[in-house]
């Protein structure tokens, strides 16, 4: 009766991973359906097992046939524990009802066959019941038949087990050793004490083992989205990989279009007639341009890879940059812009400058693009408080203006309101999506107030941190763009495969007067720089074969005494990319295409202060 006691507390942990197990959502898979077979069975098992023990225990000789035909139940049940576990083993080893459907079906068969077979076998062969001191010991054919049986199957078990000896790190594979190790404890407790009836209390722990280990389910859901997150992973990067590689092939003609135009517009030889249509092409490629650059910055935004990089900047510079920037897109529109700075705003703020720059260029943009008359007025006012600066940019325009109904529209990707009105009106409706998106990524707020007919007014309220103590030095404040700035003199050294951004970039330089040496691939550059050609910048390809623009740079640092400023000088220009640059070593980065006020302001960067 002494065993009993292990069978009953067998049976107490049973109910427990039976509830716990079938009381949380699980995944669909084989081995989870095997599981909740091997929980059936087990319970099967102690049931056969505890009610043998109890009718031993009250009336032996009464209850003899009962417990005969009992026992070969409690066999029939263990055979098919055994077998379970098997197909439980085999199929975590080889994933057959994934790799080879046809061979598990059929293997499945054979089981099934074979398990009624061996049932059938079980329940003909003799069984002889042995009583001594109370305890009864079953012996006979019956018996011996099931050890048998179940001992290829064990050996099936530890057959995998050596073949799959590779995978072994594989935890799937824990409760698999424990049960060799178990079923041999058994085997020597059986031996060493006939009395103590282990078999369903040591099938009850494994199945607990196997709870703790390979089939909880938190941990089967957490491996199933573990799966789903890294296949989705691996779809954003061909993603991300796509656009990264759309992009250079845009950029790279585009490069040339936008390169030579420029150039042209500053031909004194154009005639008159010729210079608009050239501001045309101009006007038309920076717009395609701004269209690639919302498309991949607003797939950068879904696929969460967006960062905002905070660091000191000088306000001032970017409230300029932003007035130069709208006065160069309001062209001669004949509108006023009025501005209104806020003296009180401090010097040095810390946050994002080129996002909030982005922000409000948007939207300064959308004023000048949707008013054809009158005014835009852009103004700044603060608030401050403690240590942080609550910038209030507000842009008001006396432009079409937006229907009240449609304001909650405003923000939703690819939306354009108005279209019938606004078709002559270039634009892809991402600029506000992404405006409201990078705000909510700087914890900054957008709001709209308008009146159709009359105009709009946006107002964007983001708070920055005030910097007291800057360590930004080197700011070049206001670089004046100008268009006769030269560098009489200076020598670069442009590096780039393909041979129209050569072009570009040597028709761009032209009106710099600098001397210009143009190779087309990095170890060409490398040789220029040992053979120990003066440069005073280089501005260095980063796709070319053979040696990627990197590697050329890695290869340039390790040149004794090599300090020439190296500008990344890419058609790579998703959004991220300027900071990898920079990381990799490069001192600044210079999109393709080129725009001449940027390849200016690099110029005076780096060169003047040579
Ligand atoms: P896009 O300008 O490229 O179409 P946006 O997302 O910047 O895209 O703007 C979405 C829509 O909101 C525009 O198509 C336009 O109808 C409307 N809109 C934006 N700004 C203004 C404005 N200042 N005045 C009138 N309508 C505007």
Redesign the pocket.
Known sequence: MSSLYFQVCAFFIWVLITIVYFSKQRVKSLETRIYSYLLFITFFSLFFDITIIVLTYLEPIEYLPVIKVLNKFYFSSILMWILMLCKYVVNISYDLEVNNKKLYKKLDKINFLLYITFVIIIFILPVYIYNENGIMYSYGESLNFLLISAGIYALIIVGCVVLKFRTLKNKKYMPVFILIILIALNFIVNRVSPDLLLTTPIMTYIVLIMYHTIENPDMKLINELNIAKSQADKANNAKSDFLSNMSHEIRTPLNAIVGFSQALKEDDDLPESSKSEVNDIIMASNGLLEIVN?ILDFSKIEAGKLEIINKEYYFAQLWNDLISLTKARLGDKPLDLQVKYDESIPKVLYGDSARIKQVIL??L???I???KEGYVDFRVSSFIKNDICRLIIS?E?S????KAEKIEN??TKF????EDK?AT???????????KKLLDLMNGQITVQ?KYGE??K?TVIIDQKIVHNPTITNVVNNPKIENDITFEGKRILVVDDNKINLKVAIRLLRSYKVIVDLVESGQECIDKVVEGVKYDLILLDDMMPKISGIETLKKLKKIEGFNIPTIAFTANAITGVKEKYLEEGFDDYLSKPMQKSELTEILQKFINNN
Request: aromatic share 8%; proline share 0%; no cysteine.
């Open positions: 919302g948007n939207i943009t959308n004023s693009k949707y008013t842009v325009d432009g079409i203006g937006i405003l923000f939306q354009r309101l108005d606004n009106i270039e634009g892809t409706g991402l600029g506000l999506a992404i405006t308008s105009g709009s946006f």
